[in-house]
C-alpha cells in the first residue's frame, strides 16, 4: 500500500467498460459479433476534443496504466512513471486513453470471457487476433469517447508496433505517433523465443487443448516457465549481473536442483506470480499477434512503402542494452521513414536495463518524452482556442 | 542568428529536402524551415544537443557520422550540410563522397588551420595553436583532422567536385577585404557548396 498517493499521481482509478454490438471483421478471416473493452483515462478531455493520447500496452500489459485502484494497491499501474500530473504524459495537459487489448485476460473480450453464442468460455476457441485487429478495435473505441483524432498514439514495444499501425491505418486520426523499443517486425530469434514459451504452455499436461477452464485446472507450469524465458530477454546480461551476480541464496552451493542462485529464486518467483495473475490462451494469443505483426509483408516487404500512408509525425527511442529489441530494429523504421519522407526524430538512450528500460523513468528518456509531447500539447492547445 | 547561417540560407531553395550532419542545437534547421520551408532533418550524437533538437520541434536523428550514411539512399535530399564538423569526423574524404552521393548538392563549412593566427602560432611558439574559437588541446580535442582552405580546395580537385560558391569569413562571419586578396593568410572559416 502507498503511505499516500504521490502528488505526480493520477490517484485512485475506476476501469470503464464499452461494449461494442457491431461485428469486428478481424484479419484471420473470422469475426467477433460483438465484445467488450475495459479501458481506464486520466486527465480531462478539452472542448476541442483534440487532446486525447491513447496508450498501447505490450504482451502483458492492460488498461491499468497509471494510478491506484485502492489505496490497498502495492503499486500504481503499469507505466505509472510516465502518465500523471507534471510527468511527461501530464494529465494536467492530456486526456489519456488506456486498454486493455481484446484476447486479453483482464476485462476485455478474450479466452476467459464467455462466449455469448455458446454461454461458455471462449477459451482456445476465441479468434486469434492481430495488431491489426487491436487497432481497429482501438478506432471503435475512440469512435465510442467521441475523439476523431488522437494527438498521439503513443506505446512501447508490442505497443509501439500498434503505434506504427495506427500511422498506416488511420492516417487522419493521429497527429503524433510514439514507437518505443519496438520493432517493424520480430526476428527469426524472437519468434523462436515465442515459440518456447508457447511449447512450455502447451506441453504442460494441465493445459488440456486450452481447455483447462473445463477441466477446473490451469497450465501454471507451462506459464511460469513461459513467462521465465520472456524475463530472461527484457533484461539485458549487465542489469542482471547487477541485480544477482552469482549471489547464492542461502550461503553456499546445495549440489542439486533446488534454488542455489538467486537469479534462479527471482526468475521462479516471477513466472510463479504471472501464472496466478495471465491466462495461458491470452498468453499464446498475444505472442502469436507479435508474430504476425508484419506491416512491410503486404507491400513486398518495402517498410517505407509500406509507410507511404502515415500523416503523423515520429519519435522513436531504443535503449542501448535491449537485445530483445535493439536499436538496429529502431533504425530500421527510422530508415523507412526517411525513405518515405515523414517527420522523424529517433534517440538512443544510453540505459543498462535491457528492453524493460521502456518502462522506467530514466532522465534522458523521460525529458525527450516531456519535451517532444510538451510541444504537441501547445499545438493541440493552440489547435482548441 | 550565426551569419554563416545568413550565407548558407541563401543557397538553399524553398521547399527543399535537407540534412544537417551534426547539425548541433538544431538552430539552422529551425531557421531554415522558417526561412525556407525546409524539411529537414539532423543528424546528430551529442545527448544534450539532440534535446535541445527535439525541444525545437527539429527532426533529428542521433546517428554517428563516422558510421556513415548507408542508411540514406542515393540524391534523397536536395541539400546536406555540415558546419564545422568536416575537421572532427574520422574520414573528412569519406563523408564529402557521401554527402555527395546522398545529396544533390553540399555545403561545409570549416576552420582555416592556414589563417595566420595559427601559422605564427605555431611558427613562434612552436605549439599546437590555441585560441577562443579553437579552445582545445591537442590530446582532448574533437578535431582531428584540421585542413587549410588550400587543402580542402585539392581534395575537392582531386576528387572531382565543382565549387558553386565559396565564402571566405572571418570569426563573425563577416568578410574581409583581406581574406578576399588571400583567403588561405586571411580567411578563418570558408563555407563551400559544391556538387558532382
Redesign the interface.
Known amino acids: 500500500m502507498p503511505v499516500s498517493i504521490p502528488a505526480d499521481s493520477v490517484g485512485l482509478v475506476e476501469p470503464q467498460v464499452a461494449h461494442f454490438q457491431q461485428p469486428l471483421k478481424l484479419l484471420s478471416g473470422r469475426s467477433l459479433p460483438e465484445f467488450t473493452l475495459v479501458y481506464e483515462t486520466y486527465g480531462e478531455l478539452n472542448a476541442a476534443r483534440s487532446n486525447a493520447i491513447l496508450i498501447c500496452h505490450a504482451l502483458s500489459g492492460h488498461h491499468h496504466a497509471a494510478g491506484y485502484h485502492s489505496i490497498e494497491d502495492k503499486k500504481p499501474g503499469w507505466w505509472d512513471s510516465a502518465i500523471g500530473p507534471g510527468k511527461p504524459i501530464d494529465t494536467n495537459r492530456f486526456f489519456v486513453v488506456s486498454l486493455n487489448n481484446l484476447g486479453g485476460c483482464h476485462g476485455s473480450s478474450g479466452p476467459t470471457s464467455i462466449d455469448p453464442a455458446s454461454g461458455h468460455h471462449y477459451g482456445p476457441d476465441f479468434p486469434m487476433v492481430t495488431v491489426h485487429d487491436w487497432v481497429n478495435s482501438q478506432a471503435l473505441l475512440a469512435d465510442h469517447l467521441n475523439i476523431s483524432q488522437w494527438a498521439a498514439v503513443v506505446g512501447g514495444s508490442l505497443g509501439g508496433m500498434q503505434a506504427l499501425q495506427w500511422s498506416i491505418a488511420y492516417p487522419e486520426r493521429l497527429r503524433y505517433a510514439l514507437v518505443i523499443a519496438s520493432a517493424p517486425r520480430l526476428s527469426a530469434q524472437n519468434i523462436a523465443f515465442n515459440e518456447v514459451a508457447r511449447q512450455a504452455i502447451m506441453s504442460d499436461e494441465e493445459f488440456h487443448q486450452g481447455r483447462y477452464q473445463k477441466h477446473n485446472t490451469l497450465p501454471r507450469r507451462g506459464l511460469k516457465l513461459a513467462r521465465m524465458i520472456g524475463h530472461i530477454t527484457y533484461l539485458s546480461d549487465d542489469s542482471m549481473r547487477e541485480k544477482f551476480g552469482r549471489e547464492l541464496r542461502s550461503g553456499k552451493l546445495k549440489f542439486g536442483y533446488e534454488v542455489d542462485f538467486e537469479v534462479e529464486s527471482y526468475l521462479r518467483y516471477q513466472g510463479q506470480t504471472f501464472s496466478e495473475a495471465f491466462d495461458a490462451n491470452s498468453y499464446l494469443l498475444m505472442t502469436k499477434a507479435l508474430d504476425y505483426f508484419d506491416p512491410a509483408r503486404e507491400q513486398g516487404d518495402d517498410l517505407a512503402a509500406a509507410l507511404k500512408p502515415a500523416l503523423c509525425k515520429f519519435?522513436l527511442i531504443s535503449f542501448t542494452t535491449d537485445w530483445r529489441f535493439a536499436p538496429e530494429r529502431s533504425?530500421e523504421i527510422?530508415?523507412a521513414l526517411?525513405?518515405a519522407?515523414k517527420?522523424?526524430?529517433?534517440?538512443?538512450v544510453?540505459a543498462p536495463q535491457g528492453h524493460d528500460a521502456f518502462l522506467m523513468p530514466i532522465p534522458?528518456y523521460m525529458?525527450?518524452l516531456a519535451?517532444?509531447l510538451s510541444?504537441v500539447a501547445n499545438e493541440v492547445s493552440t489547435d482548441a482556442q | 542568428m550565426r551569419s554563416d547561417f545568413e550565407c548558407i540560407q541563401r543557397w538553399i531553395k524553398p521547399n527543399s529536402?535537407v540534412l544537417d550532419l551534426g547539425c548541433g542545437d538544431g538552430t539552422l534547421l529551425e531557421y531554415l524551415s522558417q526561412t525556407r520551408s525546409v524539411?529537414g532533418?539532423g543528424l546528430e550524437i551529442n545527448?544534450h544537443n539532440?534535446?535541445q533538437?527535439?525541444?525545437r520541434?527539429?527532426?533529428?536523428?542521433?546517428?554517428d557520422l563516422d558510421k556513415g550514411l548507408n542508411?540514406?539512399?542515393d540524391r534523397?535530399f536536395d541539400t546536406v550540410v555540415m558546419t564545422q564538423a568536416l575537421q572532427a569526423v574520422h574520414y573528412p574524404d569519406l563523408i564529402l563522397d557521401e554527402m555527395l552521393r546522398v545529396g544533390r548538392e553540399c555545403i561545409v563549412t570549416f576552420p582555416n588551420f592556414g589563417h595566420w593566427r595559427c601559422r605564427a602560432y605555431l611558427g613562434w611558439r612552436g605549439r599546437m595553436p590555441v585560441s577562443k574559437f579553437m579552445p582545445y588541446t591537442w590530446y582532448n580535442t574533437p578535431n582531428i583532422h584540421f585542413c587549410t582552405f588550400k587543402d580542402f580546395e585539392a581534395l575537392c580537385f582531386q576528387k572531382n567536385l565543382h565549387i558553386l560558391d565559396r565564402l571566405v569569413v572571418d570569426q563573425t562571419h563577416q568578410g574581409h577585404w583581406l581574406s578576399k586578396l588571400s583567403p588561405n593568410l586571411f580567411g578563418e572559416i570558408a563555407i563551400y557548396h559544391l556538387t558532382r
Open positions: 519519435l533504425r527510422v530508415t526517411l525513405e519522407r517527420d522523424v526524430s529517433y534517440l538512443e544510453d534522458r525529458e525527450a519535451a517532444y510541444r | 529536402r524539411q532533418y545527448p539532440i534535446a533538437c527535439v525541444e520541434g527539429v527532426n533529428v536523428v542521433e546517428q542508411n540514406f539512399s534523397s
